[in-house]
C-alpha cells in the first residue's frame, strides 16, 4: 500500500537567513518502508532556501538535498551500489530504493520567516511494516 507522511515547517529569523529542523511531533506520521518519493512545496520561499531531508535510520545519509531551490520538486532519491569501502561498484548500476522507518530530519536553510512562509515536505513510501 503506498502511504505519504507530511510536515510544514516555517523557518524563524530574518528574511534570507530563516532556518528550522524538523521534529518527530511536526510529522502526521512515520515513514514505514520503501521510499518511493519526496515533494518539496516551497509555497512562497526565495530562491536561496537550501533543504536536507535525512534519513531516519542511517546517520550522516540524506535521502535527498538541494541548496538555492528555485522552484517546487518532486524527486525519486535511490541508492546506488557500494562496497563495504564505500567505493562506487561498476558491477552493481542498478539504483536501490532507500528503506526507512522513522521520522526523517528536514533542515532547512536561507529561507524566509513568517506565518504564510513555510515550506511543505510530502514523502511517498510504500508500507512495508
Known amino acids: 500500500m503506498i502511504d505519504t507522511a507530511h510536515c510544514r515547517l516555517f523557518?524563524?529569523?530574518?528574511d534570507?537567513?530563516?532556518?528550522?529542523?524538523?521534529?518527530?511531533?511536526?510529522?502526521?506520521?512515520?515513514?514505514?518502508?520503501?521510499?518511493?518519493?519526496?515533494a518539496v512545496d516551497l509555497t512562497t520561499q526565495p530562491n536561496t532556501i537550501d533543504v536536507t531531508i535525512k534519513h531516519p535510520n542511517?546517520?550522516?545519509?540524506?535521502?535527498w538535498a538541494a541548496s538555492?531551490?528555485?522552484?517546487?520538486?518532486y524527486v525519486a532519491p535511490r541508492l546506488f551500489g557500494v562496497s563495504n569501502a564505500n567505493a562506487g561498484l561498476t558491477s552493481d548500476v542498478?539504483?536501490?530504493?532507500?528503506?526507512?522507518?522513522?521520522?526523517?530530519?528536514?533542515?532547512?536553510?536561507?529561507?524566509d520567516a513568517g506565518a504564510a512562509k513555510y515550506i511543505d515536505v510530502?514523502?511517498?513510501f510504500e508500507r512495508g511494516f
Open 11 to 14: 523557518p524563524v529569523g530574518a
Open 94 to 111: 542498478t539504483p536501490q530504493k532507500y528503506v526507512a522507518f522513522g521520522f526523517p530530519s528536514v533542515v532547512v536553510a536561507q529561507g
Open 122 to 124: 510530502t514523502v511517498f
Open 16 to 38: 534570507g537567513s530563516g532556518a528550522v529542523t524538523s521534529a518527530d511531533t511536526d510529522w502526521d506520521q512515520r515513514v514505514a518502508g520503501e521510499v518511493l518519493g519526496i
Open 68 to 73: 538555492n531551490m528555485s522552484a517546487d520538486a
Open 58 to 63: 542511517v546517520a550522516g545519509v540524506n535521502l
